[in-house]
């Protein structure tokens, strides 16, 4: 399957993807007018709102007693916000819990930014706390 980087731009009045590359400007060149491509959608991670959740992370970690990792705390916290999957362990019939992976091969910005939300509301729950107030401390984290 080929990838192809396009970006949005304003034009005639309307709106349209041109290649972002000079790579992506060839692919489209070799292409019929006729043909038919299927286009699937991925807007890439944002490094800035990715460092703003871990920094989330560390502030809680840092506030908190009952881990020791802070990973223990994050698979914690992607798992009570519902970003975990389920499976039964065919040799003891027990129901495993696992959460997601967050990396960016598994999630797109659009994906990450609901995540974002969704732990911001969860730690906020946990600690008892406003998304407003908790967001103020966290400026200092990052």
């Known amino acids: 399957m080929n990838s192809l980087f396009v970006k949005k731009t304003f034009l005639g009045g309307g709106v ?7 790579s ?5 060149k070799a292409l019929k007018e006729s043909d038919i491509v299927e286009v699937k959608f991925s807007k890439k991670r944002n490094v800035k709102l990715h460092r703003k959740f871990f920094a989330l992370i560390k502030l809680l970690f840092d506030n908190q007693d009952h881990y020791k990792l802070i990973g223990d705390l994050r698979e914690d916290l ?3 916000s519902g970003y975990y999957t389920e499976r039964v362990n065919k040799f003891t ?19 990450f930014n609901q995540l974002y939300k969704d732990f911001l509301t969860t730690a906020c729950r946990l600690i008892k706390c406003s ?12």
Request: proline content about 2%; cysteine-free.
């Open 131 to 142: 998304t407003e107030e908790f967001e103020k401390n966290l400026i200092a984290y990052m």
């Open 93 to 111: 019939g027990e129901l495993k819990i696992e959460a997601k992976s967050i990396s960016f091969a598994k999630m797109d910005d659009v994906e």
């Open 16 to 22: 349209a993807l041109v290649p972002a590359y000079e």
């Open 78 to 80: 992607t798992v009570a």
């Open 24 to 28: 992506d400007l060839e692919v489209l």
